[in-house]
């Protein structure tokens, strides 16, 4: 499966941002989809996942309560909606694929199979 990530963008502190991730190449809704993260000398970091039908969801404690991860199966899209953004929030954002079936740990970066090329999220404060 092929993954675009889009919607980053310049926003002030407090603000809102909605990322995207269109999938093409395979059906998307047999994947497990997650968000990851990598600011500038920082090693990139979990943000969150969603199982293949939406129906769990995981944050890391960092974004827990201002971002929202979801899904659209019919539209091969995935996304992160980010509320109450904060300069630390500034990274590249990167969305990230793997089968569905496949069980286990979902946070690290080695757990998923396929990347999107990243978004560059920007929040000023």
């Known amino acids: 499966v092929q993954l675009q990530a889009s919607g980053g963008g310049l926003v002030q502190a407090g603000g809102s941002l909605r990322l995207s991730c269109a999938a093409s190449?395979?059906?998307?809704?047999?994947?497990?989809m997650g968000w990851f993260r990598q600011a500038p000398g920082k090693e990139r970091e979990f943000v969150s996942t969603i199982s293949r039908s939406g129906t769990n969801t995981y944050y890391a404690d960092s974004v827990k309560g201002r971002f929202t991860i979801s899904r659209d199966n019919a539209k091969n899209t995935g996304y992160l909606q980010m509320n109450s953004l904060k300069p630390e929030d500034t990274a590249v954002y990167y969305c990230?694929?793997?089968?569905?079936?496949?069980?286990?740990?979902?946070?690290?970066?080695?757990?998923?199979?396929?990347w999107g090329q990243g978004t560059l999220v920007t929040v000023s404060s």
């Open positions: 990230a694929a793997r089968p569905g079936y496949l069980t286990g740990s979902y946070y690290r970066d080695l757990d998923y199979h396929y």
């Open positions: 190449g395979r059906t998307f809704s047999g994947y497990r």
